[in-house]
């Protein structure tokens, strides 16, 4: 049964911007730490950002200064904030749940994911 669900991939150039959205459908992960994996074809799921109920984050190196991750409690949504994106970028988006930002690990909850391409 799908918890996670994500929305806002899709086609984006070089330097633009674009906005992904967790939805925690069950509203089972108030209290607990969420986020955003990315994958691409050939190489292992690589952190892209994680927050914390309190607000509390952790961001791959890759992506520091350029995204920005939130939560919105009312509507039970993680959001990830895509700025400045590079070709680089391109990768399958996933939302996680149960990991940790202190300790800069995955839980064992995911969604389906979402394609994001950069691409002039």
């Known amino acids: 049964q799908v918890q996670l669900v994500e929305s806002g991939g899709g086609l984006v150039q070089p330097g633009g911007s674009l906005r992904l959205s967790c939805a925690d459908s069950k509203n089972i992960f108030s209290d607990s730490d969420m986020g955003w994996y990315r994958q691409v074809p050939g190489k292992a799921r690589e952190l892209v950002a994680y927050i914390a109920p309190r607000g509390g984050t952790n961001y791959g190196d890759s992506v520091k200064g350029r995204f920005i991750i939130s939560r919105d409690n009312a509507k039970n949504t993680v959001d990830l904030q895509m700025y400045s994106l590079k070709p680089e970028d391109t990768a399958v988006y996933y939302c996680?749940?149960?990991?940790?930002?202190?300790?800069?690990?995955?839980?064992?909850?995911w969604g389906q994911g979402t394609q994001v391409t950069v691409s002039s």
């Open positions: 996680n749940a149960g990991g940790s930002v202190l300790f800069r690990r995955s839980g064992g909850y």
